[in-house]
């Protein structure tokens, strides 16, 4: 049986997991496993589960983005864990008009998605110059340029010294990959049209 | 018998092939393994330097990366994540912007977070801003007097200056060693804070600058384990203190840590 005393310091370190998750303490969003460690204690996984059931009725949900290339849960230790980053995010996708009050132009939208997808079509990497050759066919030099940079900047794509443009961990947090590779794959373009 | 120059080229390139391929993420299938291993192992007996055993090695261990990123590149190709990468460029060429931007808003799952200020900062950049001498005030020259360097004080320094005694000093210091001697009797280590944090927060800032002192002497040993934020203290061997290398720990000590510490336990 749960005592009130462990009722009320499960509910303090919930308030403090939300606080740590939710309010934007560095430049970038999110906080380090360790970091929920030190605040909640060893068993902070615990916590997170609890605290993701609770936010599961808001429609939001925790995700953690493991360092390097996309680990997934079942794969990852607890140095791994620790190490990793945890967010809140959305759990559902945003409505158009959503996506217009967000503040997003749609053209930064769709060179969002086109880079994205050219890059995880080439097991998530690929050279700067090979992506700014496809979006230029439909962009102006300026806005690719001025783009590409953003999204390096904001870690939705990563960038080595050798120009090459890797998937970001913004994008493993926020973009379910598959599903926008698959909504490409069947989106109707121009010539199917001419064909039906 | 003068080697062909054409021999160390050949190996020459086939590191070179090797290496843009695995940087550059292309089709490993391209990479003849086949005829280059036929190549080194030609070429192999006409080795005799160093130099040329160190290249045919080089050469042999680019191959064997190659074959790596064949394996890797068929388990890629095998899953159910392979999509044909031509497929996608073509689609994304004949997709228009729209199109684009409505697949990416139906996969997207935007990071929620807030940023707020709290009454405390506040009211801290309040008094910040009371305090806050203006701009020309603050850069005014300094009004007389020749401007000394920013410097140091050493504890001989502070002796010689009699600022304190030193035999003082190493009273104050053996009380502390004792006391940490004796709490070290029962248990095999001391957590840092639970050694430091006493009722008295100058007392407390006392003991860190003694127990300091004692860590650099080599008579205690500082262990922190950065992940946990735990730091404890163990009795240390002056003998072997000078044969280890050093290195600096920083341990901060504030006001508010101190009296978090004092109301229920341990710091965050």
Not at chain 1, 151 to 163: A, I, Q, T
Not at chain 2, 191 to 214: G, K, M, N, P
Request: proline residues 4%; hydrophobic residues 40%; charged residues 30%.
């Amino acid at each position: 049986m749960v005592r009130l005393s462990d009722e009320a310091e499960v509910q303090r370190k919930l308030k403090k997991a939300s606080q740590l998750l939710l309010l934007q303490r560095h430049r970038s969003p999110g906080v380090k496993g360790w970091e929920l460690k030190r605040a909640l204690g060893k068993e902070y996984l615990k916590i997170i589960d609890v605290l993701r059931s609770e936010l599961d009725r808001l429609g939001l949900e925790v995700k953690i983005v493991y360092d390097g290339s996309g680990k997934k849960a079942q794969e990852a230790s607890s140095e791994d864990t620790d190490r990793a980053r945890f967010f809140v995010v959305m759990k559902g996708p945003l409505s158009q008009s959503e996506m217009v009050s967000s503040g997003w132009r749609i053209d930064d939208v769709a060179v969002l998605a086109a880079t994205i997808a050219y890059i995880n079509s080439r097991q998530g990497k690929a050279p700067r110059k090979q992506v700014e050759d496809l979006l230029r066919e439909k962009f102006p030099r300026w806005k690719v340029d001025m783009n590409l940079d953003r999204f390096v900047r904001r870690g939705y794509l990563l960038e080595s010294e050798d120009d090459m443009l890797y998937i970001g961990w913004r994008t493993r947090a926020e973009i379910d990959q598959k599903t926008l590779t698959n909504l490409i794959l069947a989106t109707p373009t121009g010539q199917d049209s001419q064909v039906k | 018998m003068t080697k062909p120059k054409v021999t160390h080229d050949d190996l020459l390139r086939i590191i070179d092939l090797c290496r843009v391929v695995e940087t550059r993420g292309s089709d490993p299938f391209e990479v003849d393994v086949q005829r280059y291993l036929t190549t080194l192992k030609k070429h192999l007996p006409r080795w005799e330097l160093l130099d040329e055993l160190m290249l045919d090695a080089e050469a042999l261990s680019q191959i064997t990366s190659i074959i790596r990123l064949q394996k890797k590149w068929i388990a890629y190709r095998a899953s159910s994540l392979y999509v044909d990468p031509l497929v996608v460029e073509l689609k994304i060429r004949l997709s228009a912007p729209e199109a684009l931007a409505k697949a990416l808003s139906k996969s997207w799952h935007p990071i929620v977070s807030l940023e707020q200020i709290s009454p405390k900062r506040i009211s801290d950049a309040f008094d910040y801003w009371n305090n806050l001498l203006p701009l020309d005030e603050r850069f005014a020259p300094l009004s007389q007097g020749e401007l000394m360097q920013p410097g140091s004080f050493d504890f001989e320094d502070l002796v010689r200056l009699k600022a304190v005694s030193a035999e003082e000093f190493k009273d104050v210091l053996n009380s502390i060693m004792l006391e940490l001697k004796e709490r070290l009797g029962s248990e095999e280590r001391v957590e840092y804070e639970d050694f430091i944090y006493v009722e008295d927060f100058q007392e407390t800032v006392l003991r860190a600058y003694l127990t300091s002192f004692l860590v650099s002497e080599g008579a205690v040993i500082l262990h922190v384990n950065p992940l946990e934020e735990e730091a404890y203290l163990t009795l240390g061997h002056l003998e072997e203190s000078s044969r280890t290398p050093s290195s600096s720990k920083v341990i901060t000590i504030d006001h508010e840590s101190w009296k978090m510490y004092m109301a229920g336990g341990k710091t965050e």
